[in-house]
Each structure stands twice: as C-alpha cells, then as structure tokens.
C-alpha cells in the first residue's frame, strides 16, 4: 500500500512563497509513477492543481500558471510543490495524490488518482 506524507505549507502573506513535498513509501517503481496536487477550500468543491507524469510533463489549472511549478526526484521518491505570488484564493487544504500508471496519456490534474495524503494547510492572508 503505497502512503503518501506531505510536508511543508504554512501561512504567508499574499504574494509570498510557500513550498510543499510530498514523499511516497512503499512504492516500487515510483518513477513510473503519476504524481499530482490537489487542494479543497472550506465549502468547495477539490479541485486538481497540478500533475506531472514519468517523463517530467507537466499540466495546471490555470489558476497557477506561472505561479506554481510541480517538481519530482525519483531517488528520493519525493514531489514538490513550489509556490510563489500567493493569494487569498489559494488558502485550502493541499493533498498529495498518485497513481501507478505515470505515462502522459494517464496523467493529467484530471485523472483519477488511488492513493491520498492526508493533507497540509496553506493559509495566504491579505
């Protein structure tokens, strides 16, 4: 059973910077894997924000474009979530997701994912 932990987040003022990592055990053959982040504010719906495939693409919402980039290590069986120019509207719960099949075609903020951490809280502040 593959677990996911996440760490890092935090509060920060608008436009700040805040960094998440997401580190998986248990899972062999991690580098095939499809790897993303989702968030959920308080009385919305989750909402995917970005994945990145076994090849190192990528996909956003793009709310995030050019805010937030999505980085993976192999070897350390890790993915991060660096994210800068922070706003109010990023405030929510951020989880870590995955799935074994990492090729692009099956790895997308859309997909469905198996297997959830248990989530860190980002809070920007006006």
């Known amino acids: 059973q593959v677990q996911l932990v996440e760490s890092g987040g935090g509060s920060v003022q608008a436009g700040g910077s805040l960094r998440l990592s997401c580190r998986a055990s248990?899972?062999?053959?991690?580098?095939?894997?499809?790897m993303a982040w989702f968030r959920q504010a308080p009385g919305r719906e989750r909402e995917g924000v970005a994945a990145i495939d076994n090849s190192g693409g990528t996909t956003y919402t793009d709310s995030v474009k050019g805010r937030f980039t999505i980085s993976r290590d192999n070897s350390e069986k890790t993915v991060n979530l660096q994210m800068n120019s922070l706003k109010p509207e990023d405030t929510a719960m951020y989880f870590c997701?995955?799935?074994?099949?990492?090729?692009?075609?099956?790895?997308?903020?859309?997909?469905?994912?198996?297997?959830w951490g248990q989530g860190k809280q980002v809070t920007v502040s006006s």
């Open positions: 997701a995955a799935h074994r099949a990492g090729s692009s075609a099956y790895c997308n903020i859309g997909t469905e994912f198996a297997y």
């Open positions: 248990s899972a062999y053959y991690y580098f095939n894997y499809c």
